[in-house]
């Protein structure tokens, strides 16, 4: 099992989404994935979110101990 973090800090680009989508369908069955993003950001978090799902993730959010984070905490399903 692997896991992977990815810090969206402290801007939501195109770009990264885009790499988000092909890493998120190469990733195995079973890997866990973690998104860290500013708490402002956290309206984008739905496309994050629809993505990961699109490729079978469970998802969890969760908002972080400082007011300046937002995490998605994900794992790859069969």
């Given at each position: 099992?692997g896991y992977i973090s990815?810090?969206?800090?402290?801007?939501?680009?195109?770009?990264?989404?885009?790499?988000?989508?092909?890493?998120?369908?190469?990733?195995?069955?079973?890997?866990?994935?973690?998104?860290?993003?500013?708490?402002?950001?956290?309206?984008?978090?739905?496309?994050?979110?629809?993505?990961?799902?699109?490729?079978?993730?469970?998802?969890q959010t969760k908002g972080?101990?400082?007011?300046?984070?937002?995490?998605?905490?994900?794992?790859k399903e069969d």
């Open positions: 099992m990815l810090d969206f800090r402290p801007a939501i680009t195109k770009a990264e989404l885009a790499k988000l989508r092909k890493l998120a369908a190469d990733m195995e069955v079973g890997q866990h994935l973690s998104i860290t993003l500013e708490r402002q950001d956290a309206h984008q978090a739905d496309e994050i979110l629809n993505i990961l799902r699109e490729n079978n993730y469970n998802c972080g101990h400082s007011d300046d984070d937002f995490f998605i905490k994900a794992k």
